[in-house]
């Protein structure tokens, strides 16, 4: 790899300037995905649709952004990592256009694909060339600090989708990107290295049609579960058994390189990481839809709750180095693990009567706390013990699986609600459906605390400095 930027040279030694290029990368991707979660009744009502139904046009941006992720590292090894990297900024830019000037609802789910498809190649390119830039040793402070702007996205889009929605009208919320994505344009031309990386096998199209299909007819399988009369799931069902076989039958090397499965670092990581997601994920999406539809209060106050959950996590990203060094991975990510449930559970009781702004306002930042807390502990522990060959592998690997894990979140929980409304013959659904899904939620993080278990006691320590310096 050659590196042709003077700023990028000693990455090693001064991180910060492309670990803040790919976090303002991040933090575009995430302002997108959750500026739309308070607009979301008001979009609905324009097209005369279900709320819970809009979910697609959040699972289709995951869904896109998913399959299109093994294409960056083909692209970034082809044409460089600058090129790639600047070319998807601009796709996702043009496609937050197309967004907002939508005028249908097919046009906006397909203006999102797109939108999906430009943020594959755009993050993980960028995250890629932090990891071989930055050596371990400063590595969690790198991904530190590549967070930290990301972490504005989460904070900022409720509350600027809420007022936006509110005062002027929910095609302004995807207007955000532009300004953001020109000043990424002009700021990886001085940032960002031109890599371009070996890649070990010769990409196969045909596995990744294959692979496509598959997460495609996940989604599709458990979107059409939500209309009891349509018997797509049943298709869908099929189709994902067919593909999978010719899938495993037909490829001697996947495209996933499952074996980093096989370390136990690594598997921690990918393991509990999707278990958390598939929770968390589905919070930008659940809790506005439960704040406005099932507790009546309006778009700008749901915007704001997340605000300052928000706020708390983007501090609380700076300090997981220091945690770390105390405590070590194991024993942090089991007891904040444990927070991080009983956050959910928490949003569960939101349904129960007494709860004001400001007592929901507080539960929300001590969940973002131990949230953001355990979402960069994972995100290091995931290559503590990988060599520099195998990290593209583990980044294509360990991407897709978190990206999964939000979209099912976010379509499980839609699911889970129409449920338990339909159960108690409501036919729309109230706080206590909101309830229900948020505990199962809660479950489901609770799920990934045997992944932390396994780890043994130093487990990545080069990377926290935990028993060098005793227990």
């Known amino acids: 790899m050659a590196f042709r930027l003077r700023p990028v040279s000693d990455a090693s030694e001064d991180f910060r300037p492309l670990a803040l290029l790919v976090g303002s990368a991040m933090f575009m991707e995430q302002l997108d995905a959750t500026i739309i979660s308070p607009v979301i009744p008001q979009i609905a009502l324009q097209y005369g649709i279900d709320p819970l139904g809009l979910n697609l046009t959040m699972t289709i941006y995951l869904l896109c952004s998913l399959i299109f992720i093994p294409l960056s590292g083909l692209f970034a090894a082809r044409w460089g990592s600058r090129t790639t990297f600047c070319g998807s900024v601009l796709l996702f830019v043009i496609s937050s256009v197309l967004c907002a000037m939508s005028t249908s609802v097919e046009a906006l789910a397909a203006s999102r694909g797109l939108q999906g498809a430009a943020a594959a190649m755009m ?7 932090l990891i071989h830039a930055v050596g371990k040793g400063k590595l969690v402070q790198a991904l530190a600090w590549m967070v930290t702007p990301a972490m504005l996205g989460p904070m900022l889009g409720p509350p600027l989708g809420g007022i936006l929605g509110t005062y002027l009208s929910w095609h302004w919320v995807f207007w955000a990107n532009v300004p953001v994505g020109l000043a990424g344009l002009w700021a990886a031309r001085y940032v960002m290295p031109e890599l371009r990386t070996r890649i070990s096998s010769v990409f196969d199209w045909g596995e990744w049609l294959l692979l496509s299909a598959i997460l495609a007819l996940i989604v599709i399988g458990v979107e059409s579960v939500r209309q009891a009369d349509d018997p797509l799931w049943l298709f869908a069902l099929t189709g994902l058994l067919v593909f999978y076989i010719r899938y495993r039958w037909h490829l001697a090397h996947p495209m996933l390189d499952f074996s980093l499965l096989q370390g136990k670092s690594f598997s921690a990581g990918f393991w509990g990481g999707s278990l958390i997601r598939v929770g968390y994920g589905a919070l930008p999406f659940l809790l506005p839809l439960m704040l406005q539809l099932g507790l009546g209060f309006s778009a700008v106050q749901s915007g704001m709750v997340l605000l300052l959950s928000g706020t708390v ?3 609380a990203k700076t300090q997981t180095a220091k945690m770390l060094e105390r405590w070590g991975f194991r024993r942090m990510l089991i007891g904040n693990g444990l927070m991080c449930a009983a956050g959910l559970l928490a949003c569960a009781c939101f349904a129960l009567p007494g709860w004001n702004m400001i007592a929901i306002s507080l539960v929300m930042a001590i969940t973002g706390f131990f949230r953001a807390i355990q979402f960069n ?17 583990a980044t294509t690997l360990n991407t897709m699986a978190w990206q999964l894990a939000v979209t099912l979140g976010i379509a499980f929980s839609a699911l ?22 948020f505990g199962l939620l809660a479950l489901c993080c609770a799920a990934a605390i045997p992944c932390y278990r396994s780890l043994p006691e130093h487990a990545g320590q080069e990377l926290s400095g935990h028993t060098s310096r005793g227990s």
Do not use: M, Q
Not at 123 to 129: A, L, Q
Not at 383 to 389: G, K, N, R, V
């Open 123 to 129: 993050v993980p390119v960028g995250r890629n060339v």
């Open 416 to 437: 889970l609600i129409e449920w338990s409304a339909t159960w108690a013959g409501r036919a729309e659904p109230a706080s206590a459906d909101y309830a229900i899904a």
């Open 313 to 315: 996590a983007f501090f």
């Open 377 to 393: 502990a994972l995100s290091a522990i995931a290559y503590a013990d990988l060599p520099a060959e195998k990290v593209a592998s």
